[in-house]
């Protein structure tokens, strides 16, 4: 309307200048054909003020949800926005009157298909002039993509934690809460002596202050008995396959969390040949380990196996747990148990990983 109503006046502008020679009607006219490239003069210089950022250094989201992505759009100028469309993918977000040095934040959903690591990025913006006569696509804006990592979903699968594994001692910082152990650098608890107790466990300085004979009850050090080998193996993976096989790995690993068990999450990477390993103990570092392999692309893992892991790691454990490339898990010994991309949740359900 605000156009039409513009060349409506110009119209008339020459038109009077010709049917009446109008004295000042070529300085109005002047003024009249110049007021637009001031407006989108204007304009661009408004855009080039424009900064749209996410919010946070990244976003972090299961396979299969939805997440809504806060972008922050600031004016940085002197003059006042009075509209903003902001393009991201395929949804158009819409900003009126924003004043100067003032923010504002909308949401973007974002639909977490693919496992990895992704960026989100302002497609497109267009700004108009303070009259809103002229709409105009800003080149030079000021954005910063969105960093989203997508972790792998992980399925309900029922693990057997044979007694073997829970009492396997091993080397660690941390000490059960709960039992004790033969670990003489620390101490669990302290008893009065009983019928049996070995001489070595003597405490001689609290029995010295008491009269009377105490024991020392020695730590069971908290490892990981446990490894978890992802083994893409030689061939290469579909993206589906290549998610399911990572929905395996945070399934098993899952699955050994809930029953308390601490295991070494392991992979190693195709282009730096560097192995990577991550101590899983519970739910918090569980997630820690998802994040940290969803940086990496399933394409970019080299194949693994237990003896290239004792080859550079020289810790004992018990037993391995490999994720196989040909979507297969394999408990130690035991016969792989091998799944299919369409079915492999209702089959994980009717399975048992004996570790």
Known sequence: MKKWLYLAAVLATVYLNLVYEWPDGRYILAVELVFPVILCLQARMMGAKIRICPQGDFQMAEEGETLNIPFVVENCGVFR?????VQIEHKKQTVRNLKKGEKHTFLFPYEASACGKHEVKVKKAVTTDASGMFRIRIRKLQSVPAEIHIVPKAYPVLAEISE??????????????????????????????QPGDRIAQIHWKLSARTDELYMKEFSFPLGAAVILLLDPGESKMTEEAGNVFLNLAASAGRAMVEESCRFYAVWKESRTQIFKRFLVKNEETFYDWLLALSSTQVSELDRLDEDLY?????????KAVRIGGDLSIQCGEE?????????????????????
Do not use: C, Q
Request: avoid cysteine; aromatic fraction near 16%.
């Open 164 to 193: 073997a594994v829970r009492l396997f001692v091993t080397e660690g910082e941390e000490y059960a809460k709960d039992r004790g152990g033969d670990d003489t650098s620390e101490v669990f608890d302290v008893h009065e002596y």
């Open 310 to 318: 004792r080859h550079e790691f020289f810790e004992p454990y018990l």
């Open 81 to 85: 926005i009075p509209f903003l469309r």
């Open 335 to 355: 016969m792989p148990v091998f799944f299919h991309e369409k079915t492999f949740v209702e089959e994980l359900n009717r399975t048992v990983l004996e570790i």
